[in-house]
């Protein structure tokens, strides 16, 4: 309605209306909606973390299943690569937990408890990589502080009780993890099956290579299904409408 003015008014009630009326518009002003660059940020980063270990699993300068000794004797006869699988393990933590959340965002919809269980295993095991990723990094700080070997074998072999804990949330988690993940990529059906099948297959494939076998190239092979099969996914995230990534910003 208009604003009349009193004889005795200058013009400032006025100037208050139009105040008031623009302020109401910036409050009535919507909030930006950030969906779309969220939905594809993470969907860049899914893939990324399976890729990084599979680089890391395939260049690590030692076997899984080596004894304390060999395991320091190839880390100090190439530096090089354990930093690089330092850089690799990373990006690794940086991107694993992100990713299966993306992951999950997308299949629980249609497969609530299974992706549920997933995350549970999947989230604290990948927190836990960053634990054992310690060992490497103290070895290469020993030696490129001149340690020798006898010293470094005995700081490896001397741990804390949490690292053994790591190792077992680790384990548990991302391979038991990961095959109830792509359990929940076939039920969903936001993925293509084939997505689904390398995401289960993955991970027991993994542990055969690094445990069973001690095969680099095979454990390439398997983190490398996981990836690909995380790949689908982020093609799907691309893919999703707004309204079913999230709600509209109130």
């Given at each position: 309605?208009?604003?009349?003015?009193?004889?005795?008014?200058?013009?400032?009630?006025?100037?208050?209306?139009?105040?008031?009326?623009?302020?109401?518009?910036?409050?009535?002003?919507?909030?930006?909606?950030?969906?779309r660059?969220?939905?594809?940020?993470?969907?860049?980063?899914?893939?990324?973390?399976?890729?990084?270990?599979?680089?890391?699993?395939?260049?690590?300068?030692?076997l899984?299943?080596?004894?304390?000794?060999?395991?320091?004797?190839?880390?100090?006869?190439?530096?090089?690569?354990?930093?690089?699988?330092?850089?690799?393990?990373?990006?690794?933590?940086?991107?694993?937990?992100?990713?299966?959340?993306?992951?999950?965002?997308?299949?629980r919809?249609?497969?609530?408890?299974?992706?549920?269980?997933?995350?549970l295993?999947?989230?604290?095991?990948?927190?836990?990589?960053?634990?054992?990723?310690?060992?490497d990094?103290?070895?290469?700080?020993?030696?490129?502080?001149?340690?020798?070997?006898?010293?470094?074998?005995?700081?490896?072999?001397?741990?804390?009780?949490?690292?053994?804990?790591?190792?077992?949330?680790?384990?548990?988690?991302?391979v038991?993890?990961?095959?109830?993940?792509?359990?929940?990529?076939?039920?969903s059906?936001?993925?293509?099956?084939?997505?689904?099948?390398?995401?289960?297959?993955?991970?027991?494939?993994?542990?055969?290579?690094?445990v069973?076998?001690?095969?680099?190239?095979?454990?390439?092979?398997?983190?490398?299904m996981?990836?690909?099969?995380?790949?689908?996914?982020?093609?799907?995230?691309?893919r999703?409408?707004?309204?079913?990534?999230?709600?509209?910003?109130?």
């Amino acid at each position: 309605m208009p604003v009349r003015l009193s004889p005795y008014d200058t013009g400032g009630g006025t100037m208050t209306a139009l105040g008031v009326s623009a302020s109401t518009k910036a409050a009535r002003k919507p909030p930006a909606d950030l969906r779309r660059y969220s939905r594809w940020f993470l969907a860049l980063l899914v893939p990324i973390g399976p890729a990084a270990i599979a680089v890391l699993r395939y260049v690590l300068p030692y076997l899984t299943v080596d004894d304390t000794d060999e395991i320091v004797r190839k880390v100090a006869a190439d530096l090089q690569t354990t930093s690089l699988v330092l850089w690799l393990g990373f990006v690794a933590v940086l991107t694993l937990v992100p990713g299966v959340i993306a992951v999950g965002r997308l299949t629980r919809r249609r497969a609530p408890r299974t992706t549920a269980a997933a995350l549970l295993l999947l989230i604290p095991g990948y927190l836990a990589l960053g634990w054992l990723i310690g060992s490497d990094l103290l070895l290469w700080t020993g030696v490129e502080a001149g340690l020798d070997q006898s010293t470094l074998v005995q700081l490896y072999n001397t741990t804390h009780m949490t690292t053994a804990i790591a190792a077992g949330v680790f384990v548990l988690g991302h391979v038991l993890g990961t095959v109830l993940l792509g359990v929940a990529m076939w039920r969903s059906g936001a993925v293509p099956r084939w997505a689904a099948v390398l995401t289960v297959v993955a991970q027991p494939l993994h542990f055969v290579a690094a445990v069973i076998v001690g095969s680099p190239s095979l454990d390439l092979v398997a983190w490398g299904m996981n990836a690909v099969g995380f790949a689908a996914v982020a093609v799907a995230v691309i893919r999703l409408p707004d309204d079913e990534w999230d709600l509209p910003p109130a």
